[in-house]
């Protein structure tokens, strides 16, 4: 994986050049939406455990065979792998999206997934279906990132009930629209 800087850098030495004006303007760009892309990577991290479990139960409440006896959620010990491998996929999908270049994802997560998943007989219809689930909780918790709360001393309350962070102000499109392709990179690897 290569984040934007060594991207950058590896580029302009294959070229044998110095780093051009495109890709300046470009790690320019990069850095003005540092702390916008920082705080989406945060919504989706520190909402991480809400957003999988809500999305195997949505998942589940379309499915309800998977945790009848045989369903692939069933016994308990699958319906904690399916969480866990939630995670794992939320995990990547934020290194991705912090590192803004998704080769992280598909080198680690996407690279044979479907292939494990048919192995182990997992529906991927519904894996595909929970990573959905996923991405618009996500995508929620994103956009959360560029709206003013009006602070009052419950909204304080819950704050720190809840452990999220305050976030700066800004236009969180472009992230979001990012995170976006990401999840729909895992959904289409899955189909």
């Known amino acids: 994986m290569l984040d934007a800087f060594s991207r950058a850098a590896v580029s302009a030495d294959a070229k044998t050049?110095?780093?051009g004006a495109g890709e300046i303007a470009s790690l320019k760009q990069y850095i003005a939406k540092a702390n916008t892309r920082l705080d989406a990577v945060?919504?989706?991290t520190s909402n991480a455990n809400c957003i999988v479990s809500d999305a195997v139960a949505g998942m589940i409440c379309e499915n309800t065979g998977l945790?009848?006896?045989g369903g692939n959620c069933y016994p308990n010990r699958r319906m904690a792998a399916c969480l866990r491998d939630g995670e794992i996929i939320?995990?990547?999908i934020a290194?991705?999206?912090l590192a803004g270049d998704p080769s992280v994802l598909d080198d680690r997560c996407l690279n044979g997934l479907k292939e494990t998943y048919i192995a182990l007989g997992v529906p991927l219809t519904s894996q595909a279906r929970a990573v959905a689930i996923m991405k618009a909780s996500s995508l929620a918790h994103i956009?959360?990132?560029?709206t003013e709360t009006q602070m009052t001393e419950s909204n304080r309350m819950l704050q720190q009930r809840y452990n999220k962070m305050a976030t700066v102000k800004g236009d969180c499109s472009m992230v979001s629209a990012e995170a976006a392709s990401y999840f729909d990179r895992v959904i289409s690897a899955l189909g």
């Open 90 to 92: 939320l995990r990547y």
């Open 42 to 44: 945060n919504a989706i």
């Open 95 to 97: 290194y991705a999206l």
């Open 17 to 19: 050049a110095c780093i």
């Open 143 to 146: 956009n959360e990132t560029n």
């Open 67 to 69: 945790i009848q006896a």
